[in-house]
């Protein structure tokens, strides 16, 4: 059962997230509707969709786990190792500098190698389904990117070598607390000694 819900929320988050690569389909949506409401439906789609995948996994790895494969444990040092830079590039995406520049798309570069990290990691159907689906939609965002000629969103400044700075020290406080916080206290699973 929680598998289900699982992928019936990843249907509706992908699935939101989908819409703003079909530039067309995305155009059409704000002339019908305005963008507030656009953005308002999209915003509570995307917390349901959350939601519902959280709540899904949670209840799948409770009752109804099913292993695929079993990584080797170098697979588990190997992810915790990638989410590093994961993070550190996440954060460049608010605080742009020269780490922003180089990856052009640090948000979507940081959620590949989250989701390839988590992958390696997990050898559980689950697992497989959550992290490949949430890899696929990046990679192919990444890949519609490339035709879009619209702006996006409002702009940030570049701050150059400070926010690069920024970014570290900030990716580094968020590592530290994914580890020890939020993955032993919200995900239930430990990272560090396994």
């Known amino acids: 059962m929680g598998l289900i819900v699982m992928v019936a929320g990843l249907a509706v988050f992908v699935g939101t997230h989908l819409v703003t690569t079909q530039r067309g389909l995305r155009a059409a949506l704000i002339a019908r509707h305005g963008l507030s409401v656009y953005k308002l439906g999209y915003s509570i789609l995307s917390a349901i969709g959350l939601a519902l995948i959280v709540y899904g996994f949670a209840r799948y790895r ?42 052009k798309h640090p948000m979507l570069v940081a959620i590949k190698i989250w989701a390839l990290a988590h992958l390696l990691a997990n050898g559980d159907l689950g697992s497989i389904i959550l992290f ?22 409002p702009p940030i400044p570049f701050g150059g070598v400070r926010n690069d700075v920024l970014a570290v020290i900030v990716g580094l406080v968020v590592y530290a607390a994914l580890i020890f916080a939020f993955h032993p206290a919200v995900i239930g699973v430990s990272v560090i000694g396994v």
Do not use: E
């Open 132 to 153: 490949g689906s949430i890899l696929a939609w990046a990679v192919f965002d990444r890949i519609t990117l490339k035709s879009r000629d619209d702006p996006g969103g």
């Open 62 to 103: 409770a009752t109804g786990w099913i292993n695929v494969w079993y990584p080797p444990t170098g697979m588990r040092h190997l992810a915790l190792a990638l989410m590093l830079p994961a993070t550190i590039i996440f954060v460049s995406a608010y605080l742009r500098g020269y780490i922003w520049r180089f990856m």
